[in-house]
């Protein structure tokens, strides 16, 4: 495809069209066209099935010449063009264009040829470099790189000022995935409000999750550190910890991504002895033949309790944590920076990971002390990820009431199951008395 910046707007319409009349002025017959539209012949790892399957008609012997419109339009690689040239040396081809005509079976013509496309290659690579730079020279002006996917960044215009619309829409996600619920739903919501990527297509988990990871979206450049030119449309702090959120994996982020249909599903756990294994939903016949939904271990197979009697004792207890005068802690301390820290020692030890497995590393014990020292500082950084999110989802919902805790629209699932997971840790002990009915005492509730 021609580009009008690089000062040729010949379509590739009108580039058949010319080839056509040039193969007419030779006596040559056209007996099939190869067009690998917006497909650029300089990209090393670019599909072109058209030039494969040229290339198979040559070396079946279904093509004696080759018309196009002008080299670098066909090569751009030396490697191209030695493919060319083996699938060609026993089939005599010639290969034209309006402007002249060269014999890939004459050593003089494959000289020139050679060296046109070393040409092309290193004006690609000049290309590529200018505008790498000019690209770069954007970003610290707040402009946004045109073209690419959608020709700018969801939130922001092609001149890089922020879209008021677009960006209160990533707000909003941001607070829902703040606010404990799952990425899955912020996806959706985005979806159901209309929202649409720069490329026109619907969000995905994926795209969701590189998008708020952006420092582009806190105001800074790619390194996560630098101040930018742009306005940010997250304030530093809450960038960080949802960075922290989807990328650390905090332990108390478990919510985070957690898909469960049952408030304390996989939160509680069974107090008995030597048990400790996670309270998972389940259906019990009783003695009258009708079922009862309820809560038992998954481990033991044990220690059943009513789902609609511990949830809401659960839940009651969370809105009188809410409601405490010393509750929420004092406010969760920016931490400028974090995000871009893990992501550097995340980076490191992998290299570092990949050097101890290698068999012949002579510095093995110094590898492994220095891994051991990473490991720690990743759990540093999670656990202070994990206490900051904590204290923010404490503040947003301290006096919340039983109304609002039961108003699915207000609260979701999602966001009371976090603040159980913030208040409390729930063990369900061996019940002290058989029969029906619910015993608080059967039931641990251990302020975090």
């Given amino acids: 495809m021609s580009v009008a910046a690089e000062g040729d707007t010949v379509k590739v319409d009108n580039q058949e069209k010319l080839c056509r009349e040039a193969a007419a002025r030779r006596g040559w017959t056209v007996t099939d066209v190869y067009q690998d539209n917006n497909r650029s012949a300089w990209k090393k790892d670019r599909k072109r099935p058209e030039w494969d399957r040229m290339l198979a008609d040559i070396d079946a012997g279904k093509i004696a010449a080759v018309m196009v419109y002008h080299g670098d339009r066909l090569i751009r690689q030396p490697e191209d063009l030695t493919t060319l040239l083996k699938l060609s040396d026993a089939r005599g081809i010639k290969l034209a264009s309006p402007t002249g005509e060269r014999d890939l079976g004459n050593p003089d013509d494959k000289f020139v040829l050679y060296i046109e496309a070393a040409m092309a290659m290193r004006e690609s690579d000049n290309t590529s ?15 946004v790189r045109p073209g690419g996917r959608g020709g700018r960044a969801f939130g922001f215009d092609t001149k890089g000022n922020v879209v008021d619309a677009e960006a209160e829409l990533i707000r909003h996600a941001a607070s829902m995935i703040l ?13 159901e409000q209309g929202a649409r990527t720069p490329t026109g297509l619907e969000f995905s988990d994926g795209t969701l999750r590189k998008m708020l990871a952006r420092p582009r979206y806190a105001g800074l450049m790619p390194d996560g550190v630098s ?4 306005q940010p449309v997250l304030d530093r702090a809450e960038w960080e910890a949802v ?28 107090g008995r002895d030597g048990c400790g294994g996670p309270m998972q939903i389940w259906q019990s016949k009783g003695r009258a033949g009708t079922y009862q939904t309820g809560y038992r271990c998954s481990r033991c197979r ?5 789902q609609r009697l511990l949830d809401a004792y659960a839940g009651r207890a969370v809105i009188a944590y809410l409601n405490r005068e010393d509750s929420p802690p004092g406010r969760a301390p920016d931490r400028p920076g974090l995000a871009a820290e893990f992501r550097s020692l995340t980076t490191a030890r992998a290299e570092l990971a990949a050097r101890v497995a290698d068999p012949g ?14 490991d720690a500082r990743l759990g540093e950084l999670r656990q202070s990820a994990g206490d900051d999110a904590r204290t923010r989802l404490l503040r947003k919902h301290h006096g919340m009431t039983w109304e609002e ?23 369900v002990l061996p019940a002290s008395r058989r029969g029906p009915g619910f015993n608080t005492a059967d039931v641990r509730l251990t302020p975090r």
């Fill in 129 to 143: 470099r200018r505008r790498k730079a000019q690209y770069e020279r954007w970003r610290r002006e707040g402009r």
């Fill in 179 to 191: 606010d404990g619920q799952p990425t899955g739903r912020a996806t959706a919501w985005l979806n």
């Fill in 227 to 230: 101040k930018a030119a742009w």
């Fill in 243 to 270: 960075c922290a959120i989807l990328d650390t994996r905090a332990a108390g982020y478990a919510y985070a991504t957690n898909r469960a249909r049952h408030l304390l599903s996989g939160i509680a756990i069974c």
């Fill in 302 to 306: 044990r220690g059943f309790r009513d």
């Fill in 361 to 374: 590393q002579p510095h093995l014990s110094l590898l492994l002390q220095r891994l051991d020292r990473l």
């Fill in 405 to 427: 805790w039961q108003d699915d629209d207000r609260t979701p699932l999602q966001t009371r199951r976090a603040l159980v997971l913030a208040c409390f840790t729930v063990t």
